[in-house]
């Protein structure tokens, strides 16, 4: 009978049931009264006592709301509040029996005068398997819905424990259900401990955010996987995941490709910053040995007789170190490893299996070492030879577990050996022009040593010079004395000035701070005011200027010049200022394009127009003739206008 005939049928019989006790008392369903003012059962029949299990006794010491559920009792109370007078009315609630057991029930209430109170008649059928039947179709429907969902769904209660799993968590684990009753879930899928650990407590944080996991599925196979958690009112913790290895390989891929390159960035930075062979190799093995995560890394570099050492080394604390460690391996004297020579590169996941030669064998557990990665540093023997020979080998070590390795992991080493080479290589040919620049510096050295003692020598000589001229000219001087005719003493103090000025630039060479520059400014001028001192003329009578650029004039050029200057300012006292005139002698010197251009002026009254000074008897015009031709390789040229200028040009030599 469904709910609604019950209803028809309980309102068809209110009457009956109050004016019959038989009917009351002996109807199937539970029925009950109780005082609407204080919800005190007043009756009973055998079917309520029957379902609920309390006695009428019982019953009538209790209220009504003493069998509802917490659940449902604020809505009872507010049904009966909100209910009229002698209108029936009827709702779903839960009932608890003595045993503690629910029940799902559904009541018809109607309003009654029993015993001269207030009271309401309560009709009660039991639907609880209704309802039953009715979660277990909506649980159907949901787990079907759940099995077509891509996504692993687990329900789990707090201890970890499985209750149910979706078909995509049994795909994907490729466990059953039912094979797990007798085992433990997160031990079956989590055999580390510490692994475990976080998964329960991420269970029971009941986090809904995601965290991944490395999940061992049934065959063994690591997985990974991405959870999230919901927490259900039961306290049953609902798991939602997906497998995501592909997308943690990608990453880890990309992670390894960009710990690479880091790597290689690293490495080549350093050879740019320093070309030292060894700081190079120890970040080169430090590097790698944290991004393989062995337990060393180690350059091993051969000698001409493949004996061999090593040369660098990053050991993990608590292993053993080969750096500074004498190895006598005799493997490779006896032919072992002819095929790095052509650049063969190993992957070694267990040293026992990999058909090593004993004595290699041997020297590996020597080292503790139980899988290894081996890869040739090989170095062009030259640009006309296209061969290559063995340097050395670039070996990670893996020493507490045999491992197998990927290949991405043996091309970074063979990409690394490929920038060790390179660096060997710029290395050496730094190391040959560090030799080159000592043996350069040591014949520098020598030279400037041998140098410093020409340059004494010429200092010497040039001072020898100048004494020797000094003596001539003390020898005119004394002479001069002893001498009557003025014009005979006159040519005397010209050739001692002549001779003054030649001894003026020794004097400057010898005293100079390098020999091979010859001061033309502070020469011109001390020449210039020499001669003037000679002829007793002071800058009161004939004022000298000097307009002096500091060309540069190798010693052969200065005496020329010198000479010449000495005969021109002389030619000029003699006869521009006749009578005590006054005037001004000028000297200017500078180059022009390649050349140099001297000249010397006077304001006096000049050379007369009928004058050829170049066929003239002067010897001292014909002395400067000859200086500019012959010595200077020059021309000269004289103007007349407003006195007398002569302008020498000539060639600018280099110092000698």
Same mark, same amino acid.
């Given at each position: 009978?469904?709910?609604?005939?019950?209803?028809?049928?309980?309102?068809?019989?209110?009457?009956?049931?109050?004016?019959?006790?038989?009917?009351?008392?002996?109807?199937?369903?539970?029925?009950?009264?109780?005082?609407?003012?204080?919800?005190?059962?007043?009756?009973?029949?055998?079917?309520?006592?029957?379902?609920?299990?309390?006695?009428?006794?019982?019953?009538?010491?209790?209220?009504?709301?003493?069998?509802?559920?917490?659940?449902?009792?604020?809505?009872?109370?507010?049904?009966?509040?909100?209910?009229?007078?002698?209108?029936?009315?009827?709702?779903?609630?839960?009932?608890?029996?003595?045993?503690?057991?629910?029940?799902?029930?559904?009541?018809?209430?109607?309003?009654?005068?029993?015993?001269?109170?207030?009271?309401?008649?309560?009709?009660?059928?039991?639907?609880? #398997?209704?309802? =039953?039947? !009715?979660?277990? @179709?909506?649980?159907?429907?949901? +787990?079907?819905?759940?099995? %077509? $969902?891509?996504?692993?769904?687990?329900?789990?209660?707090?201890?970890?424990?499985?209750?149910?799993?979706?078909?995509?968590?049994?795909?994907?684990?490729?466990?059953?259900?039912?094979?797990?009753?007798?085992?433990?879930?997160?031990?079956?899928?989590?055999?580390?401990?510490?692994?475990?650990?976080?998964?329960?407590?991420?269970?029971?944080?009941?986090?809904?955010?995601?965290?991944?996991?490395?999940?061992?599925?049934?065959?063994?196979?690591?997985?990974?996987?991405?959870?999230?958690?919901?927490?259900?009112?039961?306290?049953?913790?609902?798991?939602?995941?997906? #497998?995501?290895? =592909?997308? !943690?390989?990608? @990453?880890?891929?990309?992670?390894? +490709?960009?710990?690479?390159? %880091? $790597?290689?960035?690293?490495?080549?930075?350093?050879?740019?910053?320093?070309?030292?062979?060894?700081?190079?190799?120890?970040?080169?093995?430090?590097?790698?040995?944290?991004?393989?995560?062995?337990?060393?890394?180690?350059?091993?570099?051969?000698?001409?007789?493949?004996?061999?050492?090593?040369?660098?080394?990053?050991?993990?604390?608590?292993?053993?170190?080969?750096?500074?460690?004498?190895?006598?391996?005799?493997?490779?004297?006896?032919?072992?490893?002819?095929?790095?020579?052509?650049?063969?590169?190993?992957?070694?996941?267990?040293?026992?299996?990999?058909?090593?030669?004993?004595?290699?064998? !041997?020297?590996? @557990?020597?080292?503790?070492?139980?899988?290894?990665?081996?890869?040739?540093?090989?170095?062009?023997?030259?640009?006309?030879?296209?061969?290559?020979?063995?340097?050395?080998?670039?070996?990670?070590?893996?020493?507490?577990?045999?491992?197998?390795?990927?290949?991405?992991?043996?091309?970074?080493?063979?990409?690394?050996?490929?920038?060790?080479?390179?660096?060997?290589?710029?290395?050496?040919?730094?190391?040959?022009?560090?030799?080159?620049?000592?043996?350069?510096?040591?014949?520098?050295?020598?030279?400037?040593?041998?140098?410093?003692?020409?340059?004494?020598?010429?200092?010497?000589?040039?001072?020898?010079?100048?004494?020797?001229?000094?003596?001539?000219?003390?020898?005119?001087?004394?002479?001069?004395?002893?001498?009557?005719?003025?014009?005979?003493?006159?040519?005397?103090?010209?050739?001692?000035?002549?001779?003054?000025?030649?001894?003026?630039?020794?004097?400057?060479?010898?005293?100079?701070?390098?020999?091979?520059?010859?001061?033309?400014?502070?020469?011109?001028?001390?020449?210039?005011?020499?001669?003037?001192?000679?002829?007793?003329?002071?800058?009161?009578?004939?004022?000298?200027?000097?307009?002096?650029?500091?060309?540069?004039?190798?010693?052969?050029?200065?005496?020329?010049?010198?000479?010449?200057?000495?005969?021109?300012?002389?030619?000029?006292?003699?006869?521009?200022?006749?009578?005590?005139?006054?005037?001004?002698?000028?000297?200017?010197?500078?180059?022009?394009?390649?050349?140099?251009?001297?000249?010397?002026?006077?304001?006096?009254?000049?050379?007369?127009?009928?004058?050829?000074?170049?066929?003239?008897?002067?010897?001292?015009?014909?002395?400067?003739?000859?200086?500019?031709?012959?010595?200077?390789?020059?021309?000269?040229?004289?103007?007349?206008?407003?006195?007398?200028?002569?302008?020498?040009?000539?060639?600018?030599?280099?110092?000698?």
């Amino acid at each position: 009978m469904n709910s609604f005939n019950v209803k028809l049928d309980l309102t068809e019989n209110f009457n009956n049931c109050m004016n019959d006790n038989f009917l009351f008392t002996h109807n199937p369903l539970p029925m009950w009264i109780y005082d609407t003012d204080n919800l005190q059962f007043l009756n009973v029949n055998e079917a309520a006592i029957n379902k609920y299990a309390y006695s009428k006794t019982e019953f009538l010491q209790m209220k009504v709301t003493d069998i509802h559920s917490a659940e449902y009792r604020q809505q009872f109370l507010k049904n009966i509040a909100t209910s009229q007078k002698n209108i029936s009315f009827n709702s779903q609630c839960q009932h608890y029996c003595k045993d503690g057991k629910i029940i799902n029930v559904e009541i018809f209430t109607h309003f009654i005068e029993y015993e001269s109170k207030n009271a309401h008649l309560v009709y009660i059928k039991d639907i609880t #398997e209704d309802i =039953e039947t !009715k979660l277990l @179709e909506q649980n159907e429907v949901l +787990q079907s819905l759940l099995n %077509q $969902l891509p996504l692993m769904i687990a329900l789990i209660n707090t201890a970890g424990k499985l209750q149910w799993a979706n078909q995509e968590w049994e795909r994907v684990t490729n466990w059953n259900i039912q094979d797990l009753q007798s085992r433990d879930l997160l031990s079956e899928l989590y055999p580390e401990p510490q692994d475990r650990q976080n998964a329960l407590d991420f269970i029971q944080s009941a986090k809904s955010s995601w965290a991944d996991f490395r999940t061992q599925v049934r065959d063994g196979q690591i997985i990974d996987t991405s959870w999230t958690n919901i927490k259900l009112p039961n306290g049953q913790i609902m798991g939602i995941g997906q #497998e995501i290895t =592909e997308r !943690k390989q990608i @990453e880890r891929t990309l992670k390894t +490709q960009l710990e690479r390159e %880091q $790597l290689i960035r690293t490495v080549m930075q350093r050879i740019h910053q320093s070309l030292n062979l060894q700081d190079i190799l120890n970040t080169i093995v430090e590097e790698v040995r944290h991004l393989l995560q062995v337990e060393r890394v180690l350059v091993y570099q051969f000698a001409p007789d493949m004996s061999g050492k090593v040369v660098a080394e990053s050991v993990e604390a608590g292993w053993t170190t080969s750096l500074d460690i004498q190895i006598e391996d005799t493997c490779f004297r006896d032919g072992a490893g002819v095929e790095y020579y052509q650049g063969r590169k190993r992957a070694i996941p267990n040293i026992y299996e990999a058909g090593l030669t004993p004595c290699h064998i !041997k020297l590996l @557990e020597r080292f503790d070492v139980k899988a290894n990665l081996i890869v040739p540093i090989l170095l062009e023997v030259g640009e006309d030879n296209p061969s290559s020979r063995l340097w050395g080998l670039l070996i990670a070590h893996q020493c507490v577990r045999f491992r197998e390795w990927e290949e991405n992991q043996l091309d970074l080493l063979d990409q690394l050996s490929v920038t060790i080479a390179i660096a060997i290589q710029q290395s050496t040919i730094f190391q040959q022009a560090q030799n080159e620049l000592a043996e350069r510096q040591k014949a520098e050295l020598q030279l400037r040593s041998a140098l410093a003692e020409k340059e004494v020598l010429l200092k010497e000589v040039h001072h020898r010079v100048k004494n020797n001229l000094q003596i001539v000219s003390s020898l005119l001087q004394l002479q001069t004395h002893t001498l009557k005719d003025p014009e005979v003493i006159k040519i005397f103090r010209e050739s001692q000035n002549r001779i003054e000025s030649i001894c003026l630039i020794h004097k400057n060479l010898y005293t100079t701070q390098n020999i091979g520059q010859l001061d033309v400014v502070d020469y011109i001028q001390n020449l210039a005011n020499n001669i003037m001192l000679s002829y007793r003329l002071g800058p009161e009578s004939i004022e000298l200027v000097t307009n002096i650029e500091a060309v540069s004039l190798n010693v052969d050029q200065a005496i020329a010049c010198g000479l010449i200057i000495n005969e021109l300012i002389s030619n000029s006292l003699k006869h521009a200022f006749p009578d005590g005139q006054k005037g001004t002698i000028s000297i200017n010197l500078h180059t022009v394009g390649g050349d140099i251009e001297m000249s010397v002026i006077d304001d006096g009254i000049g050379i007369p127009d009928d004058l050829d000074w170049n066929n003239t008897e002067s010897l001292g015009l014909s002395l400067v003739s000859d200086l500019v031709t012959e010595q200077l390789e020059g021309s000269i040229t004289l103007e007349r206008h407003h006195g007398t200028m002569f302008k020498i040009q000539f060639p600018q030599l280099t110092l000698q």
